[in-house]
């Protein structure tokens, strides 16, 4: 069975999103509630799919969708009003509320796509790439008093600046006084 990621600000939401998928045998589920949990989450593990609420405590759905674009699909539940919001054409979108059926078919379509997509998509990082962007991210919390998540960000546009790999610029970084 895939693994989704399920992640809402409000920890209702999730579990009930959690339980209609588990209970339909769709995927088996991984709760998070912060951006943050996700990102970590899904650099660890295979995961091609992430349903989640508009905003997170510590950025949007939006947000989140671009540090995943090149990882897997990121379905959106949430108001019509909040989803009008969203500028990102990528995002797969389901109006809140939702029948059970159409959260349910809506996940096993994603689940299709990232199982198509998944033998596209270059690896993932080694453990030893991901162990040097963990150290830079904490060099940079250290050296300019930010947050991991800000520090990820700032690591990520360095990079895209650049047009390094999110590995090389974290070298950059380790060698910098």
């Known amino acids: ?16 999103v959690k339980e209609i998928l ?5 995927a088996s589920c991984l709760l998070c509630r912060s951006a943050d949990q996700v990102r970590r989450l899904v650099s660890q593990q295979r995961i091609t799919t992430v349903v989640c609420g508009y905003k997170f405590p510590d950025g949007t759905a939006e947000e989140l969708a671009e540090d995943l674009y090149d990882t897997c699909n990121v379905l959106v ?8 919001l969203i500028q990102n054409e990528a995002l797969f979108r389901l109006p809140a509320p939702a029948t059970r059926r159409e959260l349910v078919v ?8 990232g199982e198509r997509l998944g033998r596209l998509r270059p690896p993932r990082r080694s453990a030893g ?3 040097l962007i963990d150290r830079a991210k904490e060099r940079l919390m250290a050296r300019h008093a ?6 990820y960000r700032m690591l990520r546009r360095r990079s895209m ?7 090389d610029t974290a070298r950059q970084v380790l060698e910098e006084e």
């Open 1 to 16: 069975m895939e693994t989704v990621v399920v992640a809402f600000a409000g920890e209702q939401n999730g579990r009930r």
């Open 22 to 26: 588990e209970s339909a045998g769709t």
């Open 77 to 84: 539940v949430a108001s019509q009003g909040l989803l009008d």
């Open 106 to 113: 809506s996940v096993q379509m994603l689940l299709r796509m």
């Open 129 to 131: 790439e991901q162990a």
């Open 146 to 151: 930010l947050s991991e998540e800000e520090a």
């Open 161 to 167: 600046d650049g047009r390094l790999s999110l590995a």
